[in-house]
């Protein structure tokens, strides 16, 4: 027999996250003046070194017999994408919000950038220093993705729309229809630079 209590339990969580909501929608003035971020930040937040990251990075390498960066490189980096396409859920939070790839770990979600930068940070920890997040603005329509160099190839990592290889960093930012009216950057652990 039904007493209610479930639904009423169900009722109470909703009821719950809906108060959380309004209490984040109250300060969110505050949480993003506060969450904002210097150019010199950027990098800081591709945290390679985290145990998370490590771990994870590590469970990728063990998925191989034995890693050997320049045979297993392009499998293990499709295995963390795929990781972070299909395990990693997107969320659009209502306030700007920064996550670590630590936080988009043990969260499993995040928003775009986020997953990107986690992205970012295992291809790192897989061995490839050239992996990078690339942000491009145009107007009020952002997009991320990451891209890196690995034989002679620089592929784009895109969660929304799948890998694809060109020949060069500067065929990459041709296909980006990069106009005066975009501003563009890319970062990782190590460095911030503008592109656009």
Same mark, same amino acid.
């Given at each position: 027999m039904d007493d209610g209590h479930e639904g009423g339990e169900h009722d109470k969580e909703y009821r719950l996250r809906q108060l959380y909501l309004a209490i984040v929608m109250r300060y969110k003035e505050h949480i993003e003046e506060h969450e904002s971020l210097s150019i010199a930040a950027?990098?800081?937040? +591709?945290?390679?070194?985290?145990?998370? #990251?490590?771990?994870?990075? @590590?469970?990728?390498?063990?998925?191989?017999?034995?890693?050997?960066?320049?045979?297993?490189?392009?499998?293990?980096?499709?295995?963390?994408?795929?990781? +972070?396409?299909?395990?990693?859920?997107? #969320?659009?939070?209502?306030? @700007?919000f920064w996550l670590l790839p630590e936080e988009t770990l043990s969260f499993m979600m995040g928003d775009l950038l986020d997953r990107n930068i986690l992205l970012c940070a295992l291809l790192?920890?897989?061995?490839?220093?050239?992996?990078?997040v690339f942000v491009k603005i145009k107007g009020?329509?952002?997009d991320s993705f990451v891209h890196c160099e690995f034989n002679n190839?620089?592929?784009?990592?895109?969660?929304?729309?799948?890998?694809?290889?060109?020949?060069?960093?500067?065929?990459?930012?041709?296909s980006l229809g990069i106009d005066d009216d975009t501003t563009a950057y890319e970062f990782n652990n190590q460095s911030y630079a503008d592109v656009a």
């Open positions: 950027l990098p800081s937040m +591709v945290t390679v070194k985290n145990e998370k #990251v490590i771990a994870k990075a @590590q469970e990728i390498i063990n998925s191989f017999s034995s890693y050997d960066y320049d045979r297993d490189f392009y499998d293990a980096s499709m295995h963390a994408f795929e990781f +972070v396409k299909d395990s990693i859920a997107e #969320v659009v939070l209502p306030v @700007q790192v920890r897989l061995g490839n220093p050239s992996a990078k009020t329509a952002r190839k620089v592929y784009i990592l895109d969660l929304g729309s799948g890998i694809r290889e060109v020949d060069s960093k500067k065929a990459m930012l041709d």
